[in-house]
């Protein structure tokens, strides 16, 4: 069985690889790439039951000293199902919106998963390397897919830079480890000298909350936002932002042993919590306010993973993907239908087609907290953990919560307003803004909604008794908190109260300061991108004036230096030639005369010899037998008188 399990974890992660690898460069692959697709995507499901279940740990060597390794503990069995689910439910509502190049789109999304899930499942820092890389590639890939509008693409690459900025603490921290000599291994880190190992912390620390867009990198999650939906729906719910927070409980140990990172770590996630939460209360745009919340609510699994509570973080981080891969996946059918995803444009849209509205609809209460819904209790596991260290953290964080409840109202209240006769020419000026709607929702587009509500409403009981012992046993954290009755009856009076205030109000304040995402953009361009620029501008300049210059002075002296050797090519080298050819010419003619002259006529000669005594021979052959006998006697008679003559 341990053997079989091995098996499935490197299919795992090489079968979506391989196969979206040849789906992305067959672009004649467009007919068979959904089927083809959906079915790797099923196969990673039932191959992730089978290493959740075996914990398999598989390596090969790689360099000396480390391995390229992949082990499923009880936190990666807990995620990787979680992940493989939500790719094939993604791909399936992707059948809705991609329309062309079905080929390359599918076959980036099962590249992107395999990254993931090599990011999910990888023991050492080689590993998580190569896997962090891929990851970051076939994203840029996805989010500017549709690669002839420079919008997208610039989206794309605003994401990739920001992230790849980030990933160089990774780099950071791979050297210090092998300073630090305890090894690449992820379990060993913890175990480095003092000094490096504050190193390795600051580097994963700055790498993870780059993908999990926590400030101050929080804003290349809305420039993200111009890639397909699907692509959101699996990017921000399950797959790349949510490893950054993944990284983050799988290294919690050495969190706790820096002794500095834990108290950093909460305070940046209850940072981004709040403030990313106002963010998205002041959004007009569906997609970004989903954005903002998806940063918003990384900041809880951030905050758990520094509060030591890896039970807390991993629920949530499960129940987040599930509510925020319904939530994406309905703007999505929204945006594919009716060409728009400003709220304005979407008003009382959950009447229009009822499976997709309700199922929003249980995603957004599960996002507001409402009770029993999941993110009520997992939201509530990690404020638990957080009060004990800092009541004033805890205290950002239940306002976080409040906030979560007033943007998820505003989603409620704006897709189930009831639009007046006279208004509704308003709202439909909005449609086909962005592009052109189809008017239909399909089956394949609302089938992968029902069971994303089921999981949205129901996650939640991971952080509730008699599961949370289950959860905190296997991910290796027996004495996990269990959270107490107030708390739990306190966040969800909270969350209901907020939201019957916006719903009854059917408005809620829109922070201007949080619009543009707290300058956060603007900020970026000021002190990286216009910077860059400029660097690039005098380095242009610089070549124009110094490099061009040299480079055309050289030119300048190889071409009169191949003047001057073509000169001499003609003087010399060609009338030497042309000279040897003339005199092997003049040698080859006299040849030939003396041929003519010798050769020729001793040839003639001698044949004409030959051709005399030929005749000569043939004289006495006359076929007569008397003269064969004379001749004999002749012949005999000179023998006799010869040898007579000689004796």
């Given at each position: 069985m341990n053997e079989f399990a091995q098996v499935c974890l490197w299919l795992l992660v090489l079968l979506p690889a391989g196969v979206g690898a040849v789906l992305a460069a067959v672009a004649r692959a467009d007919r068979v790439a959904v089927p083809v697709s959906a079915s790797t995507a099923a196969v990673m499901v039932g191959l992730s039951a089978v290493v959740a279940a075996a914990r398999p740990a598989v390596a090969v060597p790689f360099v000396a000293g480390t391995d390229v390794a992949l082990t499923v503990d009880g936190l990666a069995a807990l995620i990787l199902p979680m992940l493989t689910v939500v790719t094939l439910l993604v791909l399936l509502a992707a059948t809705g919106e991609i329309r062309t190049s079905t080929a390359r789109f599918h076959g980036l999304m099962l590249v992107f998963a395999a990254a993931v899930a090599a990011t999910a499942t990888a023991a050492t820092l080689p590993t998580l390397l190569m896997a962090w890389e891929i990851m970051g590639a076939a994203s840029y890939a996805l989010i500017g897919f549709q690669w002839r509008d420079d919008d997208r693409v610039s989206a794309g690459l605003t994401a990739f830079l920001t992230t790849r900025a980030a990933d160089l603490g990774l780099y950071l921290a791979a050297g210090a480890a092998l300073a630090g000599g305890a090894g690449l291994a992820l379990a060993d880190l913890p175990a480095s000298s003092p000094g490096w190992r504050n190193v390795i912390t600051a580097g994963i620390l700055v790498a993870a909350l780059g993908k999990a867009a926590q400030l101050p990198f929080s804003?290349?999650?809305?420039?993200?936002?111009?890639?397909?939906?699907?692509?959101?729906?699996?990017?921000?719910?399950?797959?790349?932002?949510?490893?950054?927070?993944?990284?983050?409980?799988?290294?919690?140990?050495?969190?706790?042993?820096?002794?500095?990172?834990?108290?950093?770590?909460?305070?940046?996630?209850?940072?981004?919590?709040?403030?990313?939460?106002?963010?998205?209360?002041?959004?007009?745009?569906?997609?970004?306010?989903?954005?903002?919340?998806?940063?918003?609510?990384?900041?809880?699994?951030?905050?758990?993973?520094?509060?030591?509570?890896?039970?807390?973080?991993?629920?949530?981080?499960?129940?987040?993907?599930?509510?925020?891969?319904?939530?994406?996946?309905?703007?999505?059918?929204?945006?594919?239908?009716?060409?728009?995803?400003?709220?304005?444009?979407?008003?009382?849209?959950?009447?229009?087609?009822?499976?997709?509205?309700w199922s929003a609809t249980i995603g957004a209460l599960a996002l507001a907290g409402i009770a029993p819904l999941s993110l009520w209790a997992t939201k509530d596991a990690v404020l638990t953990a957080v009060a004990e260290q800092s009541p004033w953290l805890y205290a950002a964080g239940l306002v976080a919560s409040a906030l979560s409840a007033a943007y998820a109202a505003k989603i409620l209240v704006v897709i189930w307003l009831r639009v007046p006769a006279d208004r509704r020419?308003?709202?439909?000026?909005?449609?086909?803004?962005?592009?052109?709607?189809?008017?239909?929702?399909?089956?394949?587009?609302?089938?992968?909604?029902?069971?994303?509500?089921?999981?949205?409403?129901?996650?939640?009981?991971?952080?509730?008794?008699?599961?949370?012992?289950?959860?905190?046993?296997?991910?290796?954290?027996?004495?996990?908190?269990?959270?107490?009755?107030?708390?739990?009856?306190?966040?969800?009076?909270?969350?209901?109260?907020?939201?019957?205030?916006?719903?009854?109000?059917?408005?809620?304040?829109e922070p201007r300061w949080a619009l543009r995402w707290l300058g956060l953009p603007a900020a970026a361009s000021a002190l990286v991108v216009r910077p860059t620029l400029r660097?690039?501008?005098?380095?242009?300049?610089?070549?124009?004036?110094?490099?061009?210059?040299?480079?055309?002075?050289?030119?300048?002296?190889?071409?009169?230096?191949?003047?001057?050797?073509?000169?001499?090519?003609?003087?010399?080298?060609?009338?030497?030639?042309?000279?040897?050819?003339?005199?092997?010419?003049?040698?080859?003619?006299?040849?030939?005369?003396?041929?003519?002259?010798?050769?020729?006529?001793?040839?003639?000669?001698?044949?004409?010899?030959?051709?005399?005594?030929?005749?000569?021979?043939?004289?006495?052959?006359?076929?007569?037998?008397?003269?064969y006998y004379l001749q004999a006697v002749v012949v005999l008679v000179l023998g006799v008188v010869l040898l007579v003559a000689l004796g």
């Open positions: 804003f290349w999650l809305s420039r993200a936002m111009a890639g397909p939906s699907t692509v959101s729906a699996l990017l921000h719910s399950a797959a790349m932002v949510a490893m950054g927070g993944y990284l983050l409980l799988r290294v919690e140990p050495l969190l706790a042993a820096s002794g500095w990172a834990g108290p950093v770590t909460i305070g940046l996630g209850a940072a981004t919590a709040l403030l990313l939460s106002a963010v998205a209360l002041a959004q007009r745009d569906l997609k970004q306010l989903l954005a903002a919340s998806t940063a918003a609510q990384l900041g809880f699994v951030v905050m758990a993973a520094g509060a030591a509570t890896v039970t807390g973080g991993a629920a949530h981080l499960v129940a987040h993907a599930a509510t925020k891969a319904l939530l994406f996946l309905a703007a999505g059918v929204w945006l594919t239908a009716l060409g728009t995803k400003r709220l304005t444009g979407l008003r009382g849209v959950a009447k229009r087609w009822r499976l997709v509205g020419a308003e709202v439909e000026a909005h449609f086909d803004e962005e592009e052109r709607g189809t008017r239909r929702v399909t089956v394949r587009q609302q089938a992968p909604l029902l069971p994303l509500a089921v999981g949205a409403a129901c996650a939640g009981l991971l952080a509730l008794p008699p599961l949370v012992a289950a959860v905190s046993r296997a991910v290796g954290e027996p004495g996990g908190a269990h959270t107490p009755a107030w708390e739990l009856v306190v966040s969800a009076a909270i969350a209901l109260v907020v939201l019957l205030i916006v719903v009854v109000r059917r408005r809620v304040p660097c690039a501008n005098a380095l242009a300049r610089f070549d124009d004036r110094i490099v061009d210059r040299g480079v055309t002075g050289a030119a300048r002296a190889a071409l009169a230096v191949s003047r001057r050797a073509g000169g001499f090519d003609d003087r010399v080298v060609d009338r030497a030639v042309e000279r040897g050819a003339a005199g092997t010419l003049r040698v080859a003619q006299r040849a030939g005369r003396a041929d003519d002259r010798w050769l020729d006529a001793a040839v003639e000669h001698l044949a004409a010899t030959v051709r005399r005594l030929g005749r000569l021979a043939r004289r006495p052959q006359t076929g007569q037998l008397h003269q």
